[in-house]
């Protein structure tokens, strides 16, 4: 995997997580970056990107208004922070890198090169 994801946890209905999102391998600022995320029994879904270098964000609809995605250049880094959690959000989380993916096509997993592990997110009271 070149992307490595992070801060997935245990987090009761309501409250909040901030993913991460980083790579030794290249520098996050000049590439698109999708979260998606995989439910149990069910395909991976897109949930949110950041559009390389304008930083133009999008949002399923599903998590429009508890999601907010952002770079950190300094850091290398973009994240995912999702409040209100609810039960159905909880899925494996991976984010995804590619440097000519756009805004209006940055929910199609097919065209991204660069993986992360995953990283576990579970809503549960």
């Known amino acids: 995997f070149q992307l490595q994801a992070s801060g997935g946890g245990l987090v009761q209905p309501g409250g909040s997580l901030r993913l991460s999102c980083t790579t030794p391998r290249f520098t996050m600022e000049r590439y698109t970056i999708s979260w998606f995320r995989q439910a149990p029994g069910k395909e991976r879904d897109w949930v949110s990107c950041?559009?390389?270098?304008?930083?133009?964000?999008y949002y399923t609809d599903s998590v429009k208004g508890r999601a907010t995605i952002s770079r950190d250049n300094a850091k290398d880094t973009v994240y995912l922070q999702m409040n209100s959690l609810k039960p159905e959000d909880t899925a494996v989380y991976y984010c995804?890198?590619?440097?000519?993916?756009?805004?209006?096509?940055?929910?199609?997993?097919?065209?991204?090169?660069?993986w992360g592990q995953g990283t576990q997110v579970t809503v549960s009271s």
């Open positions: 950041i559009v390389s270098y304008i930083n133009s964000a």
């Open positions: 995804a890198a590619d440097a000519y993916v756009n805004g209006p096509l940055c929910g199609r997993e097919d065209l991204f090169e660069s």
